[in-house]
């Protein structure tokens, strides 16, 4: 019988955490309709293909409320029900972020 010291043991790295802090805030390339009196600053709104009001979304495919700087929402305590109602780590969450896993490479 033989006296091998033990094989070492490989720890491999966890999943990093799903957080919209290590988040490249991959739902706010999502539409977003306003529903009722949001208070959102109108230089924000933008009108969808049959009228309706939705949030606008620059060139780049994100809104125009996000600050791409911090990537963070800048009208955070004004932000549409539907952005409230964005849950992190649901399965609209996950598939977001995989749809845009090449960023996190
Ligand atoms: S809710 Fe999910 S997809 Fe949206 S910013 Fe947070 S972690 Fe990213
Ligand atoms: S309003 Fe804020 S939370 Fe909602 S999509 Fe725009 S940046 Fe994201």
Redesign the pocket.
């Known amino acids: 019988m033989s006296h091998l010291p033990p094989i070492a043991h490989t720890q491999l790295p966890d999943e990093p955490a799903?957080?919209?802090a290590n988040?490249a805030?991959?739902?706010?390339q999502l539409e977003v309709i306003l529903l009722g009196d949001t208070g959102v600053p109108q230089r924000f709104i933008g009108t969808d293909a049959w009228g309706g009001e939705v949030m606008r979304r620059l060139d780049d495919g994100w809104c125009a409320a996000l600050d791409r700087d911090s990537m963070r929402c800048s009208i955070y305590a004004q932000r549409p029900l539907i952005c409230r109602e964005?849950?992190?780590g649901s399965a609209e969450?996950l598939d977001?972020?995989r749809g845009m896993a090449g960023i996190y490479r």
């Open positions: 799903v957080s919209c988040c805030a991959c739902c706010c964005f849950e992190m969450c977001e972020r």
